[in-house]
């Protein structure tokens, strides 16, 4: 089963059409250095804050991946666009 990185933070309304476009050079980069990285989602909840996930074939993929996150420039210029952030790793149990 795949892992999944979820992240909760908050972006300012004027910060979102730049974050988007950040965040996507950001899942470009990863992916091009780390292809396990099967698939990510945004979502807009409705208390304003959004929840990312990312999700990865194996735990070992998504570790290598984001030990190598603090040498990539995206990282930091995308979430500096966001406010209280928060991550969690998780293992899928079931998808239909």
């Known amino acids: 089963m795949s892992v999944v990185r979820s992240h909760r933070y908050s972006v300012a309304d004027a910060d979102l059409e730049e974050f988007l476009a950040r965040r996507a050079s950001l899942i470009a980069t990863v992916r091009a250095a780390h292809p396990g990285l ?4 945004l979502i807009l909840l409705e208390d304003g804050t959004y ?21 990539l420039p995206e990282a ?7 406010k209280d952030a ?6 899928l ?4």
Not at 76 to 82: F, N, S
Not at 86 to 91: D, E, P, V
Not at 93 to 96: G, H, I, K, S, Y
């Open 38 to 41: 099967t698939h990510t989602a």
């Open 51 to 71: 929840s990312d996930t990312w999700h990865w074939a194996t735990g070992e993929q998504m570790g290598a991946a984001f030990a190598a996150l603090p040498t």
């Open 76 to 82: 930091p210029l995308t979430m500096a666009l966001t």
């Open 86 to 91: 928060t991550a969690l790793n998780g293992r």
């Open 93 to 96: 149990v079931d998808e239909r």
